[in-house]
């Protein structure tokens, strides 16, 4: 817009049909933005973003204000101003789960980056039943310590039930608006150390060319084992360091 603008500028003297703001862009521009937090929440499923890209579409609708050689009324200028506001203080009021939806869904994706790592086949697709992945050997001390940990790095969303934990994560719907970790991808780690995965459809999608759905949640309860035993071991900053290489 401010390009268009500037080329409006140089040549309206020229081409007197120039004169004026460029209010296609504008408005397309505001659409665009509208029309993004729509497609936000129908993915992630979080209020925020359609909330976002209306306050966001509106302030474009108003850009107006920026452009000094042109008049208005004053009430655009004092309407900018309060939406101004109002996008600074929803983003405040809702950091936290802005914060935690970016962070969650970042490293929901490098674990399913490193679980593909080590799957090839595609011999079976999606199947809704879940998935038995072994055992981990710990106490329930260790294993709660290890939850916290995991939560503390955004790595799962966990929920506790009586007889186990269920350790929640997704590259789609927003972590921060789940109920119940069965909502989405998840691995449940029973106060026993049996550990069973289930991968959601939405998940599985991203990689149904060329993996098989079995081998994944293979790797899925194989990488939880892993960091399990770093964790005891007291190397957990290993966990974060494998977790980042996968780019």
């Not at 107006?64 to 996008?87: A, C, H, V, W």
């Not at 039930?161 to 590259?171: P, R």
Request: glycine share 8%; proline share 3%; net charge neutral.
């Amino acid at each position: 817009m401010l390009l268009e603008f500037e080329i409006r500028k140089q040549l309206r003297h020229d081409l007197p049909g120039l004169d004026g703001l460029p209010y296609i862009t504008i408005i397309l521009v505001a659409l665009l933005f509208i029309v993004l937090g729509f497609v936000q929440w129908f993915r992630y499923r979080s209020w925020i973003y359609p909330a976002l890209g209306f306050l966001f579409g509106i302030a474009t609708a108003q850009v107006s204000l920026i452009f000094p050689e042109y008049d208005d009324p004053g009430i655009i200028k004092l309407t900018y101003f309060i939406n101004f506001i109002l996008i600074i203080l929803f983003v405040l009021i809702n950091w936290h789960s802005i914060y935690g939806h970016e962070r969650f869904e970042i490293n929901s994706r490098r674990l399913f980056r490193l679980a593909s790592e080590r799957v090839y086949k595609a011999e079976n697709g999606f199947t809704s039943r879940p998935f038995s992945g072994g055992r981990i050997d710990c106490t329930r001390d260790e294993l709660l310590g290890f939850v916290r940990f995991l939560q503390g790095n955004y790595i799962v969303r966990p929920f506790y039930y009586e007889n186990y934990v269920c350790l929640s994560f997704s590259m789609n719907k927003s972590l921060m608006v789940i109920n119940e970790g069965s909502e989405v991808s998840h691995v449940i780690i029973g106060y026993d150390g049996n550990v069973t995965i289930k991968v959601s459809d939405r998940d599985y999608r991203d990689y149904r060319e060329r993996l098989s759905f079995d081998k994944l949640c293979e790797s899925l309860s194989g990488i939880f084992i892993r960091f399990m035993e770093y964790y005891k071991g007291g190397l957990e900053s290993r966990i974060m360091v494998e977790l980042k290489s996968a780019k």
